[in-house]
Every structure is written in C-alpha cells, then in structure tokens.
C-alpha cells in the first residue's frame, strides 16, 4: 500500500504538460475559494446594516414582523462571520495532530450556522409571533417600516446578485440542482440560500404589516412572523442535513469516482480496479482508495512503477483539488470479497 498526500504546490500530474495543468489547477481552486469569501463578505455587510435599521424599526413599531426581520438579519449576521472562521480555520496545513488537514473545519461550521438560523432565526420568530397572538398590540407598524423593508430588499437582492455571480461562476454551466447536490463546499449554496430566504421574508413581512394596516388587526402581523420563522427553520434544515452528510464523509462525485476508475483501468499493468472508495475531508481534500489486480507477470519494481502512475492518474481526474491523499493497494477480487 502506498500513499501521497499533496499540499497546493503540488501539481496535478508529473507528465510533460504537468507545469501547464498545475498552473490551472491553482487558479481553479484560489478562484473558487475567492468566489466564496466576495459571497460571504457581501452578505455580512449587508446583514449587519440590515439589522441596525431593522432593530430601529422593530423598537419603534412594535412589529413582531420586523422584530422577527431583526433577528434574522442578526441570525445571518452571525452566520456570516462562523462561514468566515471555518473557511479560516480550515485552510491550516496538516501537522501530526490533524494529518488529514483540517477542511472538516469548514462543514463543522457550515452545521453550526444552520443551528443559529433555525433557534435564533426561525424558532424565536414563531415564539415572537404566539406571544402576539395572545396579546396583540393596540397598534400596527407605521408606513415607515415599508421604507425600511424596501430598502432592506435592495440591499438583499444586491447581496444575492454577488452570491448568484459566485455561483454562476463555480457550477459552470451544471444544472443548479445537479450543482447544489454536488457541491461539497457548503459556503456558497449557504449563503445563496439565506440570501434567498431573506428575500422571501422581507415580502412575507411586507404583506403581514400592509394586511395589519388595512384590516386594523394585528394578528396579521404576527402571522408573517410565524411564517418568517417557518421559512428559516425549513432553510435551516436544509443545511443542516446537508452539512451533516458532509461531516459523516461524502465520497467524490459520481462523475469524478467513474473518470478515476477509467484512468485506473487504462494502464496497461492494470488487470482490473477491484474497488475504489473515495471520501472528502474538506472542500478541497479528498482521499482516494482503490484496490488494483495488477497483472501476473509483472515483478515487485513493475508493480512500483505502476503504483506511481497510478497515483498520477487518480490524481490527474481530480484538477483544482489542493490536497489528495492517493492510495493505490495490490488485491485480487476473492480478497476484496472477504475484505467486504
């Protein structure tokens, strides 16, 4: 058994146009990585204005609605700054405690994030909303809170073109479900999805406070603000799965495991590739381990020629990836059976 694992200067293959492909790969990776941190830059500024004027609002209204706007503008804020510590934290190099990097860093936080948008997102604005429910103000909103929600929607839709821009730029003309059920980076879809859902909240806010204005009940209200809190807790359970599957160790794509297999089968010393799993450790980090029937005849300095080329292959059907831990094992198919 043999193994490699790679840092970012590493270049994605040893053949001639090795030099040419690294080059790629590095732009590759810093670009997408780049696309995340604009994505979530933008969306923390935006949230942290949104949240002063909502919090104003809120005060001097006594809207559940915009009190509910409040914190999930707060809520996101927050998220905002753990998606910046994950991604931090999990650019640290591997060393003897953490030999496997630490990208796990990365879905860690990606899980905490949906934690804080379903309990101080979504979960306080359905209290938020039973609490007026028994006892409803003796006033709605004033017309100024529209001003603020209206500009609260710029601000958002500007934060969700960036984020679009970013995601446009990563999926590569991939269908957006295909992309969103692929991705194993958790940043972007992370905050593609908050900044949707905050859209969706601000117009549910518009239409609780305009229906409380023009029926003279409050209970309108309230309402919006239990269905601001449902939209967060649904998002919030989203991520959370997902974030969840990424931390348990989700394999490459489909697409990726079957372009490995095929370059491991294309070498002429190659029998048959008796198994391959492969499993993230980050957004960047993946391990690959395959269990290769090498031919009969082939000697122990063969065997070790190929094994290297094999790395080189398995490594070559993965550009952009800043770390590879390749694994390349001699077995026959009785001995996969019973490994099984």
């Given at each position: 058994?043999?193994?490699?694992?790679?840092?970012?200067?590493?270049?994605?293959?040893?053949?001639?146009?090795?030099?040419?492909?690294?080059?790629?790969?590095?732009?590759?990776?810093?670009?997408?990585?780049?696309?995340?941190?604009?994505?979530?830059?933008?969306?923390?500024?935006?949230?942290?204005?949104?949240?002063?004027?909502?919090?104003?609002?809120?005060?001097?209204?006594?809207?559940?609605?915009?009190?509910?706007?409040?914190f999930h503008s707060l809520a996101?804020?927050?998220?905002?700054?753990?998606?910046?510590?994950?991604?931090?934290?999990?650019?640290?190099?591997?060393?003897?405690?953490?030999?496997?990097?630490?990208?796990?860093?990365?879905?860690?936080?990606?899980?905490?994030?949906?934690?804080?948008?379903?309990?101080?997102?979504?979960?306080?604005?359905?209290?938020?909303?039973?609490?007026?429910?028994?006892?409803?103000?003796?006033?709605?909103?004033?017309?100024?809170?529209?001003?603020?929600?209206?500009?609260?929607?710029?601000?958002?839709?500007?934060?969700?073109?960036?984020?679009?821009?970013?995601?446009?730029?990563?999926?590569?003309?991939?269908?957006?479900?295909?992309?969103?059920?692929?991705?194993?980076?958790?940043?972007?879809?992370?905050?593609?999805?908050?900044?949707?859902?905050?859209?969706?909240?601000?117009?549910?806010?518009?239409?609780?406070?305009?229906?409380?204005?023009?029926?003279?009940?409050?209970?309108?209200?309230?309402?919006?603000?239990?269905?601001?809190?449902?939209?967060?807790?649904?998002?919030?359970?989203?991520?959370?799965?997902?974030?969840?599957?990424?931390?348990?160790?989700?394999?490459?794509?489909a697409e990726q495991e079957h372009?490995?297999?095929?370059?491991?089968?294309?070498?002429?010393?190659?029998?048959?590739?008796?198994?391959?799993?492969?499993?993230?450790l980050g957004p960047n980090a993946?391990?690959?381990?395959?269990?290769?029937?090498?031919?009969?005849?082939?000697?122990?300095?063969?065997?070790?020629?190929?094994?290297?080329?094999?790395?080189?292959?398995?490594?070559?059907?993965?550009?952009?990836?800043?770390?590879?831990?390749?694994?390349?094992?001699?077995?026959?198919?009785?001995?996969?059976?019973?490994?099984?």
């Amino acid at each position: 058994m043999t193994g490699d694992l790679l840092e970012a200067r590493t270049p994605c293959n040893r053949e001639a146009s090795g030099a040419r492909r690294h080059r790629w790969c590095i732009r590759s990776s810093v670009a997408m990585a780049s696309e995340s941190k604009t994505a979530v830059v933008a969306a923390l500024i935006g949230n942290a204005v949104l949240a002063l004027l909502k919090g104003a609002t809120a005060a001097i209204t006594g809207s559940a609605a915009m009190l509910a706007e409040t914190f999930h503008s707060l809520a996101d804020t927050g998220n905002q700054v753990l998606l910046f510590v994950g991604m931090r934290l999990s650019q640290r190099p591997p060393d003897r405690s953490h030999p496997f990097g630490y990208g796990m860093n990365t879905y860690f936080w990606a899980f905490v994030v949906s934690a804080m948008l379903f309990t101080v997102g979504g979960a306080f604005s359905i209290w938020e909303a039973v609490h007026k429910f028994l006892g409803p103000p003796a006033y709605v909103a004033s017309p100024g809170a529209f001003f603020v929600l209206a500009g609260a929607f710029v601000f958002e839709a500007m934060s969700l073109g960036v984020a679009l821009h970013s995601f446009r730029t990563e999926r590569r003309g991939e269908p957006i479900l295909t992309f969103m059920r692929e991705a194993r980076d958790p940043t972007l879809p992370t905050v593609l999805l908050e900044d949707g859902a905050a859209l969706l909240s601000i117009l549910v806010a518009a239409a609780g406070l305009a229906l409380a204005q023009l029926t003279g009940r409050p209970q309108w209200d309230a309402a919006a603000s239990a269905a601001i809190g449902l939209i967060l807790i649904g998002v919030a359970t989203f991520l959370a799965y997902e974030n969840y599957s990424l931390l348990l160790g989700e394999p490459a794509t489909a697409e990726q495991e079957h372009e490995i297999r095929a370059r491991l089968a294309a070498d002429p010393a190659v029998r048959d590739v008796v198994s391959l799993h492969t499993m993230h450790l980050g957004p960047n980090a993946v391990l690959v381990s395959a269990r290769v029937w090498f031919r009969p005849e082939l000697t122990a300095r063969q065997i070790e020629e190929a094994v290297l080329r094999l790395e080189d292959a398995a490594r070559a059907a993965l550009p952009g990836t800043r770390r590879r831990l390749i694994l390349i094992e001699p077995a026959r198919p009785h001995a996969a059976q019973r490994a099984a």
